[in-house]
Protein backbone atom coordinates (compact mmCIF):
# COMPACT_ATOMS: atom_id res chain seq x y z
CA UNK A 1 0.00 0.00 0.00
CA UNK A 2 3.09 2.50 0.85
CA UNK A 3 4.22 1.93 -2.96
CA UNK A 4 1.43 3.69 -4.39
CA UNK A 5 1.85 6.05 -6.73
CA UNK A 6 0.09 9.16 -5.11
CA UNK A 7 -1.78 11.98 -7.75
CA UNK A 8 -3.22 10.02 -10.43
CA UNK A 9 -6.19 10.47 -11.58
CA UNK A 10 -9.28 8.02 -10.34
CA UNK A 11 -11.90 8.85 -12.84
CA UNK A 12 -13.72 11.89 -14.54
CA UNK A 13 -15.23 14.57 -12.28
CA UNK A 14 -16.75 16.52 -14.55
CA UNK A 15 -18.17 17.75 -18.26
CA UNK A 16 -17.88 21.18 -18.89
CA UNK A 17 -18.74 23.33 -21.89
CA UNK A 18 -20.77 26.67 -22.54
CA UNK A 19 -24.29 27.01 -23.89
CA UNK A 20 -26.02 29.14 -25.30
CA UNK A 21 -29.10 28.87 -22.97
CA UNK A 22 -27.70 26.57 -20.01
CA UNK A 23 -31.29 26.51 -18.36
CA UNK A 24 -32.87 25.98 -21.59
CA UNK A 25 -30.36 23.12 -22.31
CA UNK A 26 -30.77 21.76 -18.73
CA UNK A 27 -34.70 21.30 -18.81
CA UNK A 28 -33.94 19.71 -22.10
CA UNK A 29 -31.85 16.78 -20.83
CA UNK A 30 -34.14 16.74 -17.65
CA UNK A 31 -37.20 15.89 -19.94
CA UNK A 32 -36.12 13.63 -22.39
CA UNK A 33 -33.02 12.16 -20.58
CA UNK A 34 -34.20 12.04 -17.24
CA UNK A 35 -31.55 14.38 -16.21
CA UNK A 36 -32.02 15.40 -12.38
CA UNK A 37 -30.77 19.32 -13.38
CA UNK A 38 -29.77 21.67 -10.56
CA UNK A 39 -28.97 25.03 -10.08
CA UNK A 40 -25.44 25.64 -9.44
CA UNK A 41 -24.71 29.62 -9.06
CA UNK A 42 -24.59 30.59 -12.79
CA UNK A 43 -24.58 27.14 -14.06
CA UNK A 44 -26.91 24.01 -13.86
CA UNK A 45 -25.67 20.58 -13.81
CA UNK A 46 -26.59 17.02 -12.87
CA UNK A 47 -24.73 14.42 -11.29
CA UNK A 48 -24.28 10.90 -11.25
CA UNK A 49 -23.43 8.42 -9.03
CA UNK A 50 -21.18 5.60 -9.93
CA UNK A 51 -22.98 3.60 -7.96
CA UNK A 52 -25.81 4.06 -10.51
CA UNK A 53 -23.89 2.89 -13.29
CA UNK A 54 -24.67 -0.84 -14.60
CA UNK A 55 -22.82 -3.33 -13.69
CA UNK A 56 -19.79 -3.39 -15.74
CA UNK A 57 -20.09 0.16 -17.21
CA UNK A 58 -17.17 1.91 -16.82
CA UNK A 59 -15.98 5.59 -17.91
CA UNK A 60 -13.34 6.08 -20.56
CA UNK A 61 -10.96 9.26 -21.65
CA UNK A 62 -9.74 8.84 -24.90
CA UNK A 63 -8.12 11.34 -27.49
CA UNK A 64 -8.86 11.28 -31.11
CA UNK A 65 -6.83 12.69 -33.92
CA UNK A 66 -8.13 16.88 -34.71
CA UNK A 67 -9.69 15.21 -38.16
CA UNK A 68 -11.71 12.80 -36.52
CA UNK A 69 -15.27 12.92 -38.07
CA UNK A 70 -16.47 10.69 -34.92
CA UNK A 71 -18.05 14.16 -33.42
CA UNK A 72 -19.63 14.92 -36.66
CA UNK A 73 -19.12 17.37 -39.14
CA UNK A 74 -19.75 20.17 -36.44
CA UNK A 75 -15.96 20.57 -36.03
CA UNK A 76 -16.91 20.52 -32.16
CA UNK A 77 -13.58 19.36 -29.68
CA UNK A 78 -15.15 16.73 -27.91
CA UNK A 79 -18.25 14.38 -27.31
CA UNK A 80 -20.01 13.23 -24.17
CA UNK A 81 -21.11 9.67 -24.12
CA UNK A 82 -23.65 9.01 -21.52
CA UNK A 83 -24.45 5.83 -20.11
CA UNK A 84 -28.59 4.66 -20.46
CA UNK A 85 -30.92 1.59 -19.88
CA UNK A 86 -32.19 1.31 -23.00
CA UNK A 87 -30.36 2.95 -26.34
CA UNK A 88 -33.71 3.10 -28.68
CA UNK A 89 -36.05 4.20 -26.06
CA UNK A 90 -33.30 6.80 -25.09
CA UNK A 91 -32.69 8.00 -28.47
CA UNK A 92 -36.70 8.06 -29.49
CA UNK A 93 -37.06 10.07 -25.89
CA UNK A 94 -34.33 12.66 -27.53
CA UNK A 95 -35.96 12.98 -30.67
CA UNK A 96 -39.53 13.57 -29.34
CA UNK A 97 -37.74 16.59 -27.96
CA UNK A 98 -36.68 17.71 -31.57
CA UNK A 99 -32.99 16.49 -31.46
CA UNK A 100 -31.55 15.49 -34.63
CA UNK A 101 -31.55 11.23 -33.94
CA UNK A 102 -28.43 9.69 -36.33
CA UNK A 103 -29.76 6.45 -38.34
CA UNK A 104 -26.36 4.79 -37.36
CA UNK A 105 -25.84 2.20 -34.55
CA UNK A 106 -23.00 0.12 -33.48
CA UNK A 107 -22.99 -3.19 -31.38
CA UNK A 108 -20.37 -4.53 -29.78
CA UNK A 109 -19.55 -6.98 -27.15
CA UNK A 110 -19.10 -4.40 -24.86
CA UNK A 111 -22.78 -2.74 -26.24
CA UNK A 112 -24.59 -0.42 -28.12
CA UNK A 113 -24.31 3.11 -29.21
CA UNK A 114 -26.22 5.37 -31.03
CA UNK A 115 -25.99 9.15 -31.52
CA UNK A 116 -28.14 12.37 -31.84
CA UNK A 117 -27.57 16.37 -31.88
CA UNK A 118 -28.63 18.02 -28.89
CA UNK A 119 -30.21 21.59 -29.00
CA UNK A 120 -27.33 23.35 -28.79
CA UNK A 121 -25.46 21.25 -31.67
CA UNK A 122 -23.36 18.72 -30.07
CA UNK A 123 -23.61 15.49 -31.07
CA UNK A 124 -24.05 13.01 -28.15
CA UNK A 125 -22.49 9.21 -28.32
CA UNK A 126 -25.35 6.57 -25.82
CA UNK A 127 -24.11 3.53 -25.04
CA UNK A 128 -26.20 0.97 -23.17
CA UNK A 129 -23.86 -1.52 -21.96
CA UNK A 130 -24.74 -5.26 -22.28
CA UNK A 131 -26.94 -7.02 -19.18
CA UNK A 132 -24.54 -8.38 -16.74
CA UNK A 133 -24.20 -12.28 -16.17
Known amino acids: MGDEKKGR ?3 VGGIFFRSKDPAKLGEWYAEH ?3 EVEAW ?4 GSSFSPLEMPRG ?4 WSAFEAATEYFGASG ?3 MINLVVDDLDAALANAEAGGASVLEEREEHDFGRFGWFVDPDGHRVELWEPPESK
Open 33 to 35: LGF
Open 41 to 44: GETR
Open 9 to 11: ALG
Open 57 to 60: SFTV
Open 76 to 78: QAY
